[in-house]
């Protein structure tokens, strides 16, 4: 006997089971380039095998293929090969283009998923094209650097949805940004230049099977564990939260802070607003005004990040395993992330061989930087600071890491011996101790500092 209602169900879920898989839509027909446009550089696009096939073209800018149709909300997923492993190629996300800029020719902008098969390897990674740079570089998760496979065919699949940018390459998550900036765009295919990389001239780059939904979306779970970049002002998302993260400073209050040496937060040389704490400025003395403030709380393994924003000229630093015992002058004794204008401040210029310069240990080592990942002063700049329990400790300037070091080593005792610190006993190397902004007279911005405990 037949069974109905067996069968209903049957059908009934073969239905959904058919819904869902037409959720994801063609934004690539495998046959013409309708609903696309080629803008700025002028690499050449075309059509073959069911692919978008870009050409590599000497003495033009970047190439992109980009919608005409903008897009909000949005997973995309694509397989893409590039030919080469001196160059790069990217897939533009929630876009922008000045008509205007790059001569006439037109200037594309916006978040960019990066392939990159150089020995660099940030493939996964985010960049803001033509904008802020440098978002996500895969210094933040660097386990996901092995995942690129070159000279084949890889499998990405972004998801936009609301703030949060979230990328996977061949299945694996790589990385996850949350952006005030562009609730909606373009999505582009980009050739790169390739400048005086002839050899990459007439080289290839394939895209397939391009699919795109923006409706019903369900964000693929993210592991816990990997770091994220959230560039939303003295804000934590639910996935920061279940990572063990707090905020240090709340964004409206001086709550959890004091001043160095003293019993409450000092009344002068600080100011809270707008979402800023800043040091006020006082002719460059340091610790003259308000002096330095610290948490209440001490720390000993931890991850920190927090966002500074220099005045030209100025200087300042965050300290960790300030202890407050040494009941100096002057600013309290501490490891310093040395934070400083270094085209403009004297004090780059001493120290040794540039150890007083922005983002380094400040008197002991050097950050090494490259131009590329700096922002103008008067930007804000994402800065990292961790402390294993082992000791190894790194520090990194908007998302690169720019130095790391073993507290308590030999090399560390070294450097601590022809330093400035040489007199202070055990210097650097106190089990745990307070988090410090320190006031050296200049006017500097600090928000969005957030810290995690590491066991």
Same mark, same amino acid.
């Given at each position: 006997?037949?069974?109905?209602?067996?069968?209903?169900?049957?059908?009934?879920?073969?239905?959904?089971?058919?819904?869902?898989?037409?959720?994801?839509?063609?934004?690539?027909?495998?046959?013409?380039?309708? $609903?696309?446009?080629?803008?700025?550089?002028?690499?050449?696009?075309?059509?073959?095998?069911?692919?978008?096939?870009?050409?590599?073209?000497?003495?033009?800018?970047?190439?992109?293929?980009?919608?005409?149709?903008?897009?909000?909300?949005?997973?995309?997923?694509?397989?893409?090969?590039?030919? $080469?492993?001196?160059?790069?190629?990217?897939?533009?996300?929630?876009?922008?283009?000045? /008509?205007?800029? +790059?001569?006439?020719?037109?200037?594309?902008?916006? %978040?960019?998923?990066?392939?990159?098969?150089?020995? %660099?390897?940030?493939?996964?990674?985010?960049?803001?094209?033509a904008r802020r740079l440098w978002l996500y570089p895969l210094e933040?998760?660097?386990?996901? @650097?092995?995942?690129?496979?070159?000279?084949?065919?890889?499998?990405? %699949?972004?998801?936009?949805?609301?703030?949060?940018?979230?990328?996977?390459?061949? $299945?694996?998550?790589?990385?996850?940004?949350?952006?005030?900036?562009?609730? #909606?765009?373009?999505?582009?295919?980009?050739?790169?230049?390739?400048?005086?990389?002839?050899?990459?001239?007439?080289?290839? !780059?394939?895209?397939?099977?391009?699919?795109?939904?923006?409706?019903?979306?369900?964000?693929?779970?993210?592991?816990?564990?990997i770091y994220a970049v959230n560039l939303t002002p003295n804000d934590?998302? &639910?996935?920061?939260?279940?990572?063990?993260?707090?905020?240090?400073?709340?964004?409206?209050?001086?709550?959890?802070?004091?001043?160095?040496? @003293?019993?409450?937060?000092?009344?002068?040389?600080?100011?809270?607003?707008?979402?800023?704490?800043?040091?006020? /400025?006082?002719?460059?003395?340091?610790?003259? +005004?308000?002096?330095?403030? !610290?948490?209440?709380?001490?720390?000993?393994?931890?991850?920190?990040?927090?966002?500074?924003?220099?005045?030209?000229?100025?200087?300042?630093?965050?300290?960790?395993?300030?202890?407050? #015992?040494?009941?100096?002058?002057?600013?309290?004794?501490?490891?310093?992330?040395? !934070?400083?204008?270094?085209?403009?401040?004297?004090?780059?210029?001493?120290?040794?061989?540039?150890?007083?310069?922005?983002?380094?240990?400040?008197?002991?080592?050097?950050?090494?930087?490259?131009? %590329?990942?700096?922002?103008?002063?008067?930007?804000?700049?994402? &800065?990292?600071?961790?402390?294993?329990?082992?000791? @190894?400790?790194?520090?990194?300037? +908007?998302?690169?890491?720019?130095?790391?070091?073993?507290?308590? #080593?030999?090399?560390?005792?070294?450097?601590?011996?022809?330093? @400035?610190?040489?007199?202070?006993?055990?210097?650097?190397?106190?089990?745990?101790?307070?988090?410090?902004?320190?006031?050296?007279?200049?006017?500097?911005?600090?928000?969005?500092?957030?810290?995690?405990?590491?066991?």
């Amino acid at each position: 006997m037949l069974n109905i209602k067996k069968y209903s169900i049957l059908a009934l879920s073969l239905i959904s089971l058919s819904a869902a898989a037409q959720k994801a839509k063609p934004l690539f027909d495998g046959k013409t380039l309708t $609903g696309w446009k080629a803008v700025a550089g002028a690499a050449p696009y075309k059509v073959e095998d069911g692919m978008i096939i870009g050409t590599m073209t000497k003495g033009t800018p970047n190439s992109f293929l980009i919608t005409e149709k903008e897009y909000g909300d949005f997973i995309l997923e694509l397989d893409v090969k590039l030919e $080469g492993e001196s160059t790069n190629s990217g897939i533009q996300t929630r876009s922008h283009i000045k /008509p205007e800029g +790059n001569n006439g020719k037109g200037l594309v902008f916006g %978040r960019q998923v990066e392939i990159d098969p150089t020995p %660099r390897a940030w493939t996964g990674g985010v960049y803001d094209e033509a904008r802020r740079l440098w978002l996500y570089p895969l210094e933040l998760n660097p386990s996901a @650097k092995s995942l690129y496979k070159k000279n084949e065919f890889n499998h990405y %699949r972004i998801e936009c949805i609301g703030n949060e940018l979230k990328t996977w390459v061949n $299945g694996t998550s790589v990385s996850y940004v949350i952006d005030t900036l562009d609730k #909606s765009g373009f999505i582009g295919l980009q050739v790169h230049g390739i400048g005086n990389i002839l050899e990459n001239d007439g080289k290839k !780059v394939y895209f397939k099977n391009i699919n795109i939904q923006t409706e019903n979306l369900k964000s693929k779970p993210f592991p816990k564990g990997i770091y994220a970049v959230n560039l939303t002002p003295n804000d934590l998302s &639910a996935y920061e939260k279940s990572n063990g993260y707090k905020l240090l400073f709340d964004g409206k209050s001086n709550m959890g802070w004091i001043g160095a040496y @003293k019993t409450s937060f000092p009344a002068k040389g600080w100011k809270i607003a707008d979402g800023i704490i800043s040091v006020e /400025p006082s002719g460059g003395a340091e610790s003259t +005004n308000g002096g330095d403030i !610290v948490t209440k709380e001490e720390f000993s393994a931890f991850d920190m990040s927090f966002e500074f924003k220099l005045t030209p000229g100025a200087n300042s630093g965050v300290k960790y395993f300030v202890t407050l #015992s040494e009941k100096n002058t002057g600013s309290a004794i501490g490891l310093e992330y040395q !934070v400083l204008d270094d085209e403009l401040h004297p004090d780059a210029k001493l120290g040794r061989d540039g150890n007083r310069t922005l983002g380094s240990l400040y008197d002991l080592i050097t950050a090494k930087k490259e131009p %590329r990942y700096l922002r103008p002063i008067g930007s804000w700049n994402n &800065a990292r600071l961790v402390v294993y329990p082992n000791n @190894k400790v790194e520090h990194y300037l +908007n998302g690169v890491k720019v130095l790391e070091y073993v507290r308590g #080593s030999e090399e560390f005792k070294k450097l601590v011996s022809i330093s @400035k610190y040489k007199d202070w006993k055990d210097f650097g190397e106190a089990p745990k101790g307070h988090i410090l902004l320190q006031d050296h007279g200049n006017k500097v911005d600090f928000r969005t500092i957030k810290i995690k405990n590491l066991k």
